[in-house]
């Protein structure tokens, strides 16, 4: 261990190894803790959409996610209200990288938590919670981590990068944590066996029975699937996501037909926060940044969050280096503002909000589902949007 870190990262999740990664490659010296030990369950639908691919092959940690032999998700399937479903191909995000692929996020993290472990620069340990941020004159100066052991331990570090999370305790201590319901959605997942009719598309279903709520179903394997349901808007009272997700299995006639024969696998139903990317305000204070889900960077239309995790990530890794590159580490906030602004705010999390409360309405997304089903462009356009190919404004151009 070293006596004072460039970076202390606190959760290493994606978020947090992207920006392990992007350190090592900028020569700085980090700590990288997570709480958890490795390999750890994460509740997700498990989709790694192709900008995400894409932004891990940047990294140099494609190769240790390929190697899990991840199902790949060449189509996305959408129903309606209303029942009309529409398909399209998933657009490739770039040359030589997949469409998309659906891999049990378990893995995929404990892949990426052994891949930065040895990288240069970076020292990594799981099983390590922060507990308490040192702060004096408004900068943070170190962290105390219980280790294993149960002992405290103090650590010093020139700047901080929060990556741990829905629940981060960092956001909490720098007095930035969002609890405005209008910016947080829920969601819900089981893993079931023996699926049929699985195919290489993925599924979203906007089932009546659950509106605003929606439903998915991502093929892990042949015949096992991550089905799950969630809702993004604020319904305005308290949802019972056990009782959403019934509904949508009951209900959803493709659900229905697919799981009909299946068995879900014991304890894998959990429930986890959506922490959502139109939460107003800064992410982070002096040297001291928030990454992923604990800056709140959920994509608010589509509940996606790997991506913005792992670009913010290394985001947030870049500020730092730059700023200690100029000796100010006082400077990483403000580079890392105008980075993350730059890239989600007018492009994906503004116009993302409004089509989210558009979404809410089963007469829009009639209209929506509907128009796509029958017109191509619409739909490539729609698809291409999701995927972060064309920025979400583009949307609000009839066609
Ligand atoms: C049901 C559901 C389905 C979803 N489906 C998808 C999907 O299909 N595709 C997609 O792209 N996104 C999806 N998301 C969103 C996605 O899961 C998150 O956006 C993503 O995991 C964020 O990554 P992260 O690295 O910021 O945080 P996390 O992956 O949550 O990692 C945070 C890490 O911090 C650690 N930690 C927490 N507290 C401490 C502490 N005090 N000290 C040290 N370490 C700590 C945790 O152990 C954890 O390892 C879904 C979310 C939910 C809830």
């Not at 959803?252 to 986890?272: D, F, Q």
């Not at 990530?313 to 980075?339: F, I, N």
Request: glycine content about 12%; some cysteine; hydrophobic content about 45%.
């Amino acid at each position: 261990m070293e006596s004072c870190y460039d970076a202390i990262i606190v959760g290493a999740g994606p978020a947090g190894c992207a920006a392990a990664a992007e350190l090592s490659r900028a020569g700085r010296s980090a700590l990288l803790l997570d709480r958890a030990r490795f390999p750890r369950d994460k509740v997700c639908g498990d989709g790694l959409s192709g900008a995400a691919l894409v932004s891990l092959e940047r990294l140099g940690l494609l190769p240790a996610v390929m190697e899990l032999s991840p199902q790949p998700a060449r189509r996305v399937v959408v129903s309606g209200p209303n029942g009309r479903v529409l398909e399209h191909p998933v657009p490739l995000a770039a040359p030589g990288v997949p469409w998309g692929v659906v891999v049990e996020r378990r893995r995929v993290d404990h892949a990426l938590f052994l891949s930065v472990s040895g990288l240069p620069g970076v020292d990594a340990a799981d099983g390590h919670a922060l507990t308490d941020l040192a702060i004096w004159q408004g900068r943070v100066h170190g962290v105390r981590v219980q280790t294993p052991g149960g002992a405290e331990a103090f650590v010093r570090c020139r700047t901080v990068i929060g990556a741990d999370g829905a629940h981060s305790r960092v956001a909490k201590k720098l007095g930035l944590a969002s609890r405005d319901p209008r910016h947080r959605g829920m969601a819900v997942r089981a893993y079931f066996t023996g699926v049929s009719g699985l195919s290489d598309a993925i599924e979203i279903h906007y089932e009546k029975a659950i509106l605003p709520g929606y439903g998915w179903i991502f093929p892990t394997g042949p015949d096992t699937a991550n089905v799950g349901a969630g809702y993004l808007a604020s319904r305005g009272g308290n949802v019972h996501l056990g009782q959403l997700f019934r509904l949508f299995l009951e209900n959803n006639p493709h659900a229905a037909e697919k799981l009909a024969h299946a068995r879900m696998e014991e304890g894998s139903l959990r429930a986890w926060p959506l922490p959502l990317g139109t939460a107003p305000g800064r992410r982070g204070t002096v040297n001291a940044l928030l990454t992923g889900d604990a800056a709140g960077f959920v994509d608010p239309l589509t509940g996606e969050g790997v991506w913005y995790a792992l670009e913010s990530g290394a985001m947030a890794a870049r500020a730092v280096a730059d700023a200690l590159d100029q000796d100010a580490p006082q400077a990483a906030l403000m580079l890392y503002e105008r980075a993350w602004r730059r890239a989600f705010l007018w492009r994906e999390f503004i116009p993302g909000g409004v089509l989210q409360r558009l979404a809410s309405k089963r007469i829009f997304l009639n209209h929506v589902v509907d128009k796509a089903a029958k017109r191509r462009k619409t739909r490539s356009l729609l698809v291409g949007a999701i995927s972060h190919q064309i920025p979400k404004a583009r949307l609000f151009i009839y066609h």
